[in-house]
């Protein structure tokens, strides 16, 4: 029986070993050397969006949109979270995204990150969702 190497063999790994080598090793199948750049022209190509959809959709400008998919930079969380909106991401594609951009995740404890989560969730607009945001006196994405 084979164990399955995700996070948490990683983290007892890691927690047991006392040679890093040897962990690095038996892991290098499991490691996450995904690009930011990569994933979002690939959800643009799985939705059948076009960059000008992204641009609408984000509130973004079409100068940022073309330098995130060209890789010259990575977002800030809210921008990667307007980005999200523009590509019409579910609630996990959001979450990696943010992980590719080593930024927090959504959290759905806290009443702003809650509203943001439905929001995708409904596939609500940007603008929708800002709506929302003021109406419940918290900071807007844009």
């Not at 921008?79 to 523009?86: A, K, P």
């Not at 809650?114 to 994405?141: H, P, Q, R, Y």
């Amino acid at each position: 029986m084979s164990i399955e190497k995700n996070t948490e063999w990683m983290k007892n790994k890691l927690l047991e070993s006392d040679d890093i080598s040897s962990v690095i090793e038996a892991a290098t199948d499991i490691f996450v050397e995904r690009s930011f750049a990569v994933r979002i022209n690939q959800i643009l190509e799985e939705k059948g969006l076009s960059k000008s959809d992204v641009t609408k959709g984000s509130g973004l400008s079409t100068a940022y949109i073309y330098e995130l998919f060209n890789g010259y930079k990575k977002p800030t969380r809210d921008r990667c979270i307007l980005l999200g909106f523009g590509l019409k991401t579910s609630y996990s594609e959001i979450q990696e995204l943010l992980k590719l951009c080593d930024l927090r995740e959504l959290y759905p404890k806290k009443k702003r990150e809650a509203v943001i989560i439905f929001c995708l969730n409904k596939k609500m607009s940007i603008t929708e969702t800002d709506g929302m945001l003021f109406e419940l006196n918290e900071a807007t994405l844009l």
